[in-house]
């Protein structure tokens, strides 16, 4: 019993993160440019709305589309998008077969909580989506490996 169930080692990965700063844009080319990266105008006021049962992050209502030969006023990477915490953990060990033939054993564990991270929400003003959040950084994910060393 002894043997198979000491020497485990445990290897944990913990990440927590601020949420990522991105720019919102119009998606029009009302600065005349044909570079396309105009930034909407930001009217004043809480941009944000962050209501996680819609996934409606940004305020549609605090951005219009900048004026005909402007850029916009709202600043780069101006807002900031949701937060992240993750917990990932490997648990593996070496059985020992011969001097020279052993066994590894490992089990790796990724999003271990199953734990929500969304990604940054729509950032182009002229999309119907704009400012919901439509993608996240994936489940909780298990996978186990056998490695034999000879």
Do not use: C
């Not at 043997?3 to 993160?17: A, D, E, G, K």
């Not at 605090?62 to 953990?89: E, H, L, M």
């Amino acid at each position: 019993m002894n043997r198979l169930l000491s020497n485990w080692q445990l290897s944990p990965i913990i990440s927590r993160r601020s949420g990522t700063w991105f720019s919102v844009f119009t998606g029009l080319d009302n600065s005349l440019s044909e570079v396309g990266w105009d930034r909407a105008d930001a009217l004043g006021g809480n941009p944000y709305i962050r209501n996680m049962n819609t996934l409606q992050w940004l305020n549609p209502s605090a951005f219009r589309p900048n004026a005909v030969g402007a850029y916009g006023n709202s600043g780069s990477d101006s807002v900031k998008g949701p937060g992240f915490f993750n917990i990932d953990a490997g648990v593996s060990r070496y059985f020992k077969i011969t001097e020279r033939h052993r066994v590894e054993l490992r089990f790796e564990f990724f999003n271990i909580l199953n734990h929500a991270n969304f990604q940054s929400p729509d950032n182009y003003e002229a999309d119907p989506t704009f400012g919901v959040i439509q993608s996240d950084f994936g489940p909780r994910i298990l996978q186990f490996a056998m490695k034999y060393k000879f």
